[in-house]
């Protein structure tokens, strides 16, 4: 059997990043950790970026993942919140690619249907099922339960995305 690839699942936000490791070998998925950054609200934005850099760089030097997916962002009403939003969410990219993992990006309905099977599932749904395919996962937060739905979703996903990059190479 092939050793298993471990996947790091982020649920991009200033607040709170989510975060969540499963270790994925075909079909099979073994829950590792979860948690969430966060991040003070009275503080300057730029040093809340860095407060996630450097635990996700942290994250990524102790638990060593080979592969890190990151949920898109939905468009926001509030211009000001959807762009810090998307400032949290370069930082989510950047960490992992900086420490050379190959980064994934996917949809909320995307994650959603590959986790529940509907794209409109809601939040407790997706805690649910997240539950009953990583038994003994410690979900202390929703975003926690968001992070480890991501890294599912690509353990899904991995496979067809490896064969349609070594069709497009042929």
Known sequence: MNRPVRILGLDPGLTHTGWGLIDSAGSHLRYIAAGAISTSSGEELAHRLVQIHNALSNLIGEWTPDEAAVEHTYVNKNPAAALKLGQARGIALLAPALAGLPVAEYQA???????????????????????????????????????LAIAICHAHHRGTRALLARLAQA
């Open 109 to 147: 309905m995307e994650v959603k249907r590959a986790v529940v099977g509907t794209g409109h599932a809601d939040k407790i749904q997706v805690q649910d099922m997240v539950k009953r395919l990583l038994p003994g996962a410690v979900l202390k937060r929703a975003d926690a339960a968001d992070a």
